[in-house]
C-alpha cells in the first residue's frame, strides 16, 4: 500500500480506476490498527489499487467524501464513490467487503 500525494488521488479518480482510498491522519492510534489490517489485504489482493492518504495533508477530501472521521475507507469503482466504511473490524470484513462492492 503506497502513500498517494492528492495529484495522484485525483489521477486515479480521473482514470476512471476501481480501488480503494484509505484516509487517515498519523497520530490516531485507530488508524495504526486499520493501516496494519489494510497491508495484509494488499498482499492478499495485490490486483486492487490501494491508495493511503494522509488527510492533514489532503484536506479537500474530507469535504468531497463527505469523511465523518479516520480512519476511512472509500470505495471506488471506475472513478466513482460505491461505498465507505469507518470501521474496520478485521481483516476477513474487510476482505469480503472488497468482494461485495468491487466485484
Known sequence: MKE??????YAFLQGAKTGLLYFYTPLCGTCQVASKMLEVVAAMNRHIEIGKINLNYAPEFAETFAI??????????EGQTIDSIYAFRSVPYLLEKIQTVLR
Do not use: G, M, N, R
Not at 4 to 9: D, G, I, K, L
Not at 68 to 77: A, G, H, M, R, T
Open 68 to 77: 465523518e472521521s479516520v480512519p476511512c475507507l472509500v470505495f471506488i469503482k
Open 4 to 9: 498517494w500525494t492528492s495529484e495522484e488521488a
